[in-house]
């Protein structure tokens, strides 16, 4: 193992973890902002009871959120100081940016939500937790334009030994940027919909607080169908985009070898990328790479062998992750249908259908999850597509070095996760106050 | 005023706002397990940052991230020479962060007990190490022509670094025990004066070391000396020192703990200005420094991150003043009855 691997590893422990908790803070804010909102225009205290309930929740998931995204912004200077030197005239000012006009607002007035209850009048201390909603949102923007630029590079020159900023307005309205960050709020959104949805269904399964939970599963099945298909429209557009600006990506995402027109998919594949094909192929469905790629049965999609061996990315790993992805979110909008469908009187439905809703809380999960193992190890080889090598990024340190705080990672981060969805567990089964 | 020049300033004046602001949660960390006699007390002593812990720690984050924006070769060097420390000031940042969130979720003595242990060490250990890692820079580190530390944590444990160590431990300790003073009431206030009042001579003993220490033991001063105007800004330390003595001993523990922040403020910009032009001077050779002239973004980037701190820095301060002062009045029962409180 060296610094180059270890560093690798530590930056994708440390950002999966934190990706378990930063999906619900974006979607689960929002949810509670509308149960509050509904409580202001209705008056009706089991709204106001519900904000409390998945606040709760919201906010021992928070706590998660912001000690392991503390790490990160450290991260590309320890780990990562050539990639820091190199892009930090761009890289940087996105990071201090999102500090500056987004994530103060998000903490100062979480805080003031928390524990402002009896200090603000009620329709203020509604729009507290609109606030927090929409910073949690503007900061993953911020963040999400920082890695729109490792994946597509714009409005930037190479000159004294770095990229430096042509035009911020180039950066700042990067297309597959702000389609990414579509994807990724919307697959919240979608997440924060299923985990309520699932909550409730494990407390009507038992008959408790029905008109609650029954109301509570209303609002996350809305959000659970409404954003489980506008995640997936967004996907296909992210595929167009893909297709176009890192056509290496799009052949390891479907293990696809052979430049052609007309591109086929196989429903089953598994890529054997020593031998630059795959092992088992069969259930063909012609054209339909083409289509999904460039939304025109005859286009022409490069496959793996037209790019140099050191140019592909890791073609199993990519590939594996896209299916899992894609997958899941198949499955997350046929449970939304459901979800939907159960909504007016969920407490009547069969006990297998809330078990399933139950059991459908992690699948959104793994599904984000997936995806950014798509974006991230389908842009490898490089760091910033196409102008720096993951292997020219790391920073000179000594392998015992990052073996200690691999291991600190792994310890910490795990530990910390673990008690933390103890707790999440915990608070999800106790009856509302 | 160059660019190059108006950021180094606001880089250091970040840094000094975080000392600051997270200086006092730190400070209640570090004298709790001294200082609370039952579990009520430190509750009341956690619930004095309670509202605020999480918005003061979004400074580091954003000094980190200026860092980056404005002066990334110093970024990239600063945090990778000083790895190991770095990745332990992170880590104990982390437990202090869990510890106030999950103490109070599980019902067990045994529970709080570990949470305790967790947040005093998570408190101790960044004031230890942020004061260690500040006096080190302020003397410059051991780094050579690749920005590559020859040495390793134990370099860092110089008898500078030490005394740096130590005196921001017993800063915010001090720092600490005032916010404390002004967050509560009754007979706990009255303590946490005292507690303050024992603390402060051995600030100053280790105020005035660390000067002395400096003139002979860094460059420190080489600034000041060519510019002696520039003696007029060490009167704000040595002002807040005074004073925060005068204000604890009429009892007005909020201007005391202002006075305390100019103290720990001032005394940041003291080093910061003293290594002025450079941001992490190389103890080896002084072409090997990170500087504005070799570290910082462009002239463009720097221009837009001005235009963004200029927007928004003064949003964000009204915005925590506002909730700091909502929640503003001492903690009492009422508090913590709170089904949120910590």
Redesign the interface.
């Known amino acids: 193992m060296d610094v180059l691997l270890l560093s690798r590893l530590q930056f994708a422990f440390a950002t999966f973890i934190h990706f378990i908790f930063v999906p619900l803070t974006l979607g689960l804010s929002f949810i509670v902002a509308v149960m509050e909102t509904k409580y202001v225009r209705t008056g009706d205290e089991t709204y106001k009871k519900m904000a ?1 309930f998945w606040g ?1 929740l919201f ?2 998931n928070f ?2 959120g ?3 995204g ?2 990160l ?2 991260q ?4 990562w ?2 990639y ?2 190199f ?7 996105l ?7 987004a ?3 998000e ?6 939500w ?4 009896k ?2 009048s009620p329709k203020f201390h509604a729009t507290c937790i609109w606030i927090v909603a929409f910073a949690a949102n503007l900061s993953a923007l911020w963040i999400i334009l920082a890695n729109g630029f490792m994946q597509h590079p714009v409005g930037y020159v190479i000159q004294n030994g ?1 990229a ?3 035009s ?1 307005t180039d950066v700042i309205t990067n297309g597959y940027a702000w389609n990414e960050f579509f994807h990724t709020i919307t697959g919240s959104w979608a997440l924060a919909g299923f985990f309520v949805v699932g909550i409730s269904s494990w407390h009507l399964l038992r008959k408790q607080n029905i008109d609650f939970f029954t109301k509570s599963f209303r609002i996350g099945a809305a959000f659970a169908l409404i954003f489980a298909l506008v995640v997936a429209l967004v996907g296909h557009r992210q595929g167009n985009i893909v297709a176009e600006v890192q056509p290496a990506k799009l052949a390891a995402m479907e293990s696809h070898w052979e430049t052609q027109p007309n591109a086929p998919m196989y429903l089953v594949q598994v890529p054997d990328p020593e031998n630059e094909g795959n092992s088992i192929q069969f259930g063909k469905i012609p054209s339909i790479l083409s289509i999904m790629a460039f939304n025109n049965p005859s286009a022409v999609v490069k496959g793996l062998k037209d790019f140099p061996k050191q140019d592909r990315p890791p073609v199993t790993l990519t590939f594996s992750a896209f299916r899992l992805m894609v997958g899941l979110g198949t499955l997350m909008i046929i449970v939304g249908i459901l979800a939907f469908i159960a909504r007016h009187q969920p407490v009547e439905s069969s006990t297998k259908l809330l078990k399933l809703f139950v059991w459908c809380i992690p699948v959104p999960y793994l599904a984000l999850q997936a995806g950014w193992a798509v974006a991230e190890v389908g842009r490898q080889p490089w760091i910033v597509y196409g102008i720096m090598r993951t292997k020219d990024a790391v ?3 000594a392998t015992s ?1 990052v073996a ?2 691999l291991a ?1 990672f792994f310890v ?1 981060y795990i530990l ?1 996760a673990a ?2 969805i103890f ?1 999440l567990a ?2 999800a089964r106790k009856q509302p ?1 | 005023m160059d660019l190059g020049t108006i950021w180094f300033i606001l880089w250091g004046v970040l840094w000094a706002v975080y000392f600051v602001l997270d200086g006092y949660d730190f400070g209640i960390g570090i004298i709790r397990p001294f200082f609370s006699k039952s579990d009520t007390e430190t509750r009341i002593m956690y619930n004095a940052m ?3 812990w ?2 003061n ?2 400074w ?3 000094a ?7 002066f ?2 110093t ?6 020479s000083l ?2 420390p ?2 332990l000031l ?2 104990s ?2 437990l202090r ?2 510890t ?3 103490r109070s ?2 019902d067990s003595a045994g529970w709080r007990k570990l949470w305790d242990v967790c947040n005093f060490l998570g408190s101790f250990l960044p004031a230890l190490l942020l004061g260690v890692a500040f006096a080190n820079i302020f003397m410059g580190i051991p780094i050579n022509q ?3 530390l020859q040495g390793n944590l134990f370099t860092l444990l110089n008898p500078y670094g030490l005394a740096g160590g130590l005196l921001f431990v017993f800063l915010f300790a001090h720092h600490g025990a005032l916010w404390l003073a002004q967050k509560s009431e009754g007979e706990i206030r009255e303590r946490a004066l005292k507690t303050a009042g024992k603390l402060w001579p051995v600030v100053a003993v280790l105020v005035v070391l660390f000067l002395v220490m400096s003139w002979f033991m860094t460059q420190l001063f080489s600034n000041y000396l060519v510019h002696p105007a520039l003696f007029i800004l060490l009167l704000v330390p040595v002002a807040g020192l005074l004073l925060t003595c005068k204000y604890r001993r009429q009892g007005r523990p909020l201007a005391a703990w202002v006075s305390s922040a100019l103290l720990i403020g001032g005394a940041a910009l003291f080093g910061v200005f003293g290594i002025f032009p450079a941001l992490l001077p190389s103890s080896l050779n002084p072409a090997w420094s990170l500087t504005i002239e070799n570290s910082s ?2 002239p ?2 720097l221009s ?2 001005l235009g ?2 200029l927007v ?2 003064p949003i ?1 301060i009204i ?2 003043v506002w ?1 700091m002062h ?2 503003r009045h001492p903690v009492n029962q009422e508090d913590l009855d ?3 409180a910590y």
Request: net charge negative.
């Open positions: 409390k709760k906010l021992i706590a998660l912001v000690v392991t503390l790490t912004e450290f590309f200077g320890t780990n100081s050539r820091s030197t892009v930090g005239d761009i890289f940087g000012s990071l201090a940016i999102e500090a500056t006009a994530f103060f607002l903490s100062t007035f979480v805080a003031v928390v524990f402002g209850w200090k603000l770095r430096e900023l042509a911020f920073s000179p340190l070095q200690i705080s600190a910490v910390l008690i933390d707790l915990k608070y106050a | 309670g509202p605020f999480d918005g720690e979004v580091l984050i954003t980190g991230g200026v860092t980056f924006a404005a990334p070769k970024y990239a060097i600063m945090f990778s790895y190991t770095l990745m992170l880590f940042l982390i962060g869990v106030l969130e999950f979720k599980v690749e920005g590559i973004s462009t463009l980037t837009i991150m963004v701190a928004f820095v964000v915005y925590q909730a909502l929640f709170y089904d949120e």
